[in-house]
């Protein structure tokens, strides 16, 4: 009996020192950078289902089962209360941005060794107090991570660092966002750059600095989301990061664009032309550097998981480690 317990002790220790040596399900991303790993995440990850509305496949529970750290998503005010709505509440709504935000606290708490990046869009320019007040009320707000001042590329803290931390939530607002007033949701554009959304070329031939506004992208990560900017929004030439439009529109009745769902197994491939991989390298020689984030519509068609390795120079992982 006691050679047994012994054998279960030990079992255990392992267990939880194998556990205890990944991050986001890689032990080799734990001594890199946040701002030297390659995340493909959700674009729309609220809005799931059929309807040309809705750009994921998977909620965003299955989402983060299945491996996506960044998960991008639209807010709209309905009622005096933050919502999960696509362009307008009455075409699509997908709830409470409280219950999309709890839904990772559950997560990250299960899951301490994964840093997850949320971008959201304001879309209505709603005061920056009721995005700080859903964090609390969710109780994401105690994970989240403040950065003594704003960081350049090679500033950031190392996944691990941030894990150790306890503040493995890092979130970006498109606009509206303060340090002064909410200093764990930090202003998307004073650290990355975006490519151009609403794509219908499905050879995605082009990487160019589509937002923000008077810069050349010099020192910024690179993303891509849907939203937009003010009119006067100043950009100070600071360090940033890329993030990469990787989904793909068509049009239809003369001119309206909507997610181009067949084709997602030829976008979200890992190589091939139009795939994420082509997108990458196509960034990466005209930039300099590999994209730090990018977004793609139907996560679960295509191999976003081998793309993202491939990105990251990983070895395969099994599946649920995005």
Not at 277 to 283: P, Q, T
Not at 305 to 315: C, H, K, M, P, S
């Amino acid at each position: 009996m006691f050679f047994g317990l012994c054998i279960a002790t030990i079992c255990c220790f392992v267990g939880f020192v194998s556990s205890q040596g990944t991050c986001n399900g890689n032990a080799a991303l734990c001594s890199r950078k946040y701002s030297n790993v390659t995340q493909v995440g959700t674009h729309d990850s609220a809005f799931v289902g059929e309807f040309v509305t809705q750009n994921q496949i998977m909620s965003v529970s299955e989402q983060l089962a299945a491996g996506v750290r960044f998960l991008q998503t639209q807010t709209h005010v309905k009622n005096g209360v933050l919502q999960m709505c696509h362009t307008s509440c009455d075409l699509e709504d997908a709830g409470t941005l409280v219950k999309y935000l709890s839904t990772i606290k559950d997560f990250i708490e299960l899951n301490p060794n994964e840093v997850i990046t949320i971008l959201l869009t304001n879309g209505d320019r709603a005061p920056l107090s009721m995005f700080g007040a859903e964090m609390v009320n969710s109780g994401l707000a105690k994970y989240a991570f403040i950065p003594p001042k704003q960081l350049a590329i090679d500033e950031w803290p190392t996944l691990q660092e941030l894990i150790k931390a306890g503040t493995p939530i890092v979130m970006f607002l498109d606009y509206g966002a303060s340090s002064d007033q909410v200093p764990y949701i930090l202003d998307e554009f004073k650290y990355f750059f975006e490519t151009p959304f609403d794509v219908t070329d499905p050879n995605f031939s082009s990487c160019a600095l589509d937002r923000p506004p008077a810069s050349d992208g010099t020192n910024l990560m690179m993303v891509t989301e849907k939203s937009s900017l003010p009119f006067g929004y100043i950009v100070t030439n600071v360090i940033k990061n890329q993030l990469i439009n990787h989904f793909l529109d068509r049009s239809i009745l003369g001119g309206i664009l909507i997610p181009d769902r067949d084709a997602s197994p030829r976008t979200n491939a890992a190589t091939g032309a139009g795939s994420i991989g082509a997108h990458s390298d196509l960034c990466r020689q005209k930039w300099g550097r590999k994209p730090n984030m990018i977004l793609i519509d139907y996560f679960g068609n295509g191999d976003a998981l081998t793309a993202q390795n491939n990105i990251n120079g990983l070895e395969a992982q099994p599946k649920g480690n995005l």
